[in-house]
């Protein structure tokens, strides 16, 4: 069942041999021995994917919910329920993650010795449900998704370049001064090279074009600390930069209202003492992170 599972989530037979670690003829005997032993197709396999047949996803569902229900027997009998134990799954945004997460997670380390986790840091959503992740950070508005919701706080975008840059070429008074400007690019937020800020009409659209792009928030801070331009990315990200007068924020007026912090998670029948300790241990944390 964990195979056929992993080869759907991931797309392939390929897939699920890299992410359960077992060689592939292995993943296509499972596969077919399942087959033969319900006597019935459950996938269709084309040249670029599998795709389940109606009897492969019924059955594909059940097979999650009695995975979801084994799991919870393992853990019971390992100790989770009854004490802080065993393996954690967190991701974040990749810079939000190694300045604010990773600390609070270092720390929770030192005072759960019996709790490991594994963090991946990502500028992208990472399905928690398909990856089997225990807890992420996300910023940003969130879709009803049927998972557990906690606020930790705020965030916002803002503009700001170095104090060389804006002694040379002047602060642009309202962002369509924007088009006589240098402008960097963070391709990976602004793929369209648009940014938004708050106007007297309401949200206000302006079309820049950069002279410098990069693909990492590092990368934008860096060429603007260089003096190459103005740059708009999210307020904890040049925090230092700003507070120590590297970088000076401009078209403060216009800022849009800020983003919401929030961590998501499962809901479960009963929960793992692992998680609720990190949780109880990092809400608190992270909250007073995000008041600085």
């Known amino acids: 069942m964990r195979t056929l599972v992993a080869a759907i989530d991931g797309g392939s037979l390929s897939a699920a041999s890299r992410k359960l670690g077992i060689p592939l003829p292995t993943v296509s005997r499972r596969v077919a021995d399942l087959e033969t032993h319900l006597r019935v197709q459950l996938v269709v396999r084309t040249s670029r994917k599998l795709l389940l047949t109606e009897a492969g996803r019924s059955y594909v569902a059940s097979c999650r919910q009695i995975l979801d229900e084994l799991d919870d027997a393992e853990r ?3 100790g989770e329920y009854r004490t802080p134990r065993g393996q954690l799954t967190i991701t974040a945004p990749v810079m939000f993650g190694r300045i604010h997460v990773e600390p609070v997670i270092l720390e929770f380390l030192k005072a759960y010795p019996d709790i490991a986790i594994q963090l991946t840091l990502a500028d992208y959503v990472v399905d928690i449900v398909e990856n089997r992740i225990d807890l992420a950070v996300r910023i940003g508005s969130l879709p009803d998704s049927g998972l557990i919701v906690t606020r930790l706080g705020s965030i916002g975008w803002i503009t700001c370049a170095s104090p060389a840059y804006l002694a040379a070429r002047g602060v642009p008074e ?36 950069p002279r410098f792009s990069v693909n990492t928030a590092d990368g934008a801070i860096d060429a603007a600390l260089a003096g190459a331009g103005i740059i708009r990315v999210l307020s904890y990200q040049v925090a230092a930069a700003v507070a120590g007068g590297l970088l000076v924020k401009v078209l403060e007026p216009f800022d849009t209202p800020p983003l919401p912090v929030q961590m998501v998670y499962h809901g479960q029948r009963v929960m793992p003492l692992k998680l609720r300790a990190f ?14």
Do not use: N, Y
């Not at 241990?281 to 007073?288: D, G, H, I, M």
């Open 174 to 209: 309202s962002p369509r001064h924007l088009s006589a400007h240098d402008c960097i690019g963070f391709e990976r937020l602004h793929a369209d090279s648009i940014w938004t800020f708050d106007g007297v009409d309401g949200p206000q659209q302006v079309a820049v074009s």
């Open 279 to 292: 949780l109880d241990f990092a809400v608190p944390r992270l909250k007073a992170r995000l008041e600085r």
């Open 76 to 78: 019971l009998a390992t």
